[in-house]
């Protein structure tokens, strides 16, 4: 019973990853037809319509001064960060946009430094230039094809600032995991990225077709439930041992990427990944204790 319960949150996470890949293809092709902006906005205003019976039913939780801190600041992070990467999603492959977003983890680490106060470890360093070495490797392998255009540089550059803001978010997550239940959570991050997103509508936005709204209420449906479920899974195991789950989300990427629009990895997204994913793998070593004591 101990092991099973211990093994949730790994599957709940595993799970989360996968429907959040799953929102991130059909935002895809929601931010193309509708456009960034419109599609990101909607998609968060349509998921607190959605969690407002949940969260009456549930009883009404609210966690009070504190965690609404923690939620404002989280919001306005995640504003800025989903503008940011979907953008560039809209102009790379989604298997290459993740592969780049891997580097996340490594930056939280001097992020969690900074604000949590915890000492990077020497092996932090090495793991930081084998994420960098990633990128430049994923970067190469566009140039050495000739596809390194300017919209690629400028998706590449979009998700690269949009991975600095979700290393910010994955310090934040933990933190807001301990403090509110997952229908809190998941309704104030919508209803306030919401509320933060259309203060530009009345330059912004413009209103989809009813093709572009459909997917644009799938993802947010998606998103809601990806988001209970990371929640459910960050508020019962620990941020540093869900990380590697993070990295299943290539492997969802390459597969909606090639199942909704044909798009290949090539053997440099591939490298570069393993870099990436070699040098969290090192960071994460360096984080837990050899002998972690028995609970």
């Known amino acids: 019973m101990t092991a099973s319960r211990s093994f949730l949150p790994f599957a709940m ?9 799953a929102m991130d293809a059909v935002m895809k092709g929601a931010a193309l037809a509708a456009g960034v902006y419109s ?16 969260w009456l039913v549930a009883g009404r939780p609210l966690a009070g001064r504190a965690a609404m801190r923690v939620h404002i600041q989280r919001a306005l992070v995640t504003s800025g960060m989903a503008l940011l990467f979907f953008y ?3 102009l790379l492959p989604l298997a290459e946009a993740i592969a780049i977003s891997f580097i996340a983890p490594l930056i939280a680490l001097y992020f ?3 604000i949590l106060g915890e000492r990077i470890q020497p092996g932090a360093i090495i793991a930081s230039v084998l994420g960098i070495a990633g990128v430049v490797v994923i970067g190469a392998a566009r140039m050495q094809s000739g596809e390194l255009s300017d919209q690629a540089l400028s998706g590449i550059a979009a998700v690269l600032v949009s991975a600095v803001l ?4 994955l310090v934040l997550q933990r933190k807001q995991a301990l403090l509110s239940s997952p229908i809190e959570i998941a309704l104030v991050q919508n209803l306030f990225m919401a509320m933060i997103l259309s203060l530009a509508a009345p330059w912004w936005l413009a209103w989809p077709s009813l093709p572009a709204l459909g997917l644009i209420a799938l993802s947010a449906l998606l998103a809601t439930v990806a988001l209970l479920l990371l929640s459910y899974a960050y508020a019962r195991a620990e941020a540093q041992a869900l990380v590697p789950v993070e990295y299943t989300g290539f492997l969802w990427a390459a597969l909606f990427g090639w199942w909704l629009y044909d798009e290949t990895v090539d053997v440099g997204t591939v490298a570069g990944t393993l870099l990436i994913v070699l040098g969290c793998w090192i960071a994460m070593r360096a984080q837990v204790p050899a002998n972690p004591p028995h609970s």
């Open 13 to 21: 996470a595993i799970a989360g990853i996968a429907v959040f890949s």
């Open 39 to 54: 599609a990101v906005v909607l998609r968060n205003t349509i998921g607190a319509l959605a969690m407002v019976p949940i």
């Open 88 to 90: 560039g999603i809209t």
């Open 112 to 114: 969690a430094a900074l």
């Open 166 to 169: 979700y290393a910010l978010n």
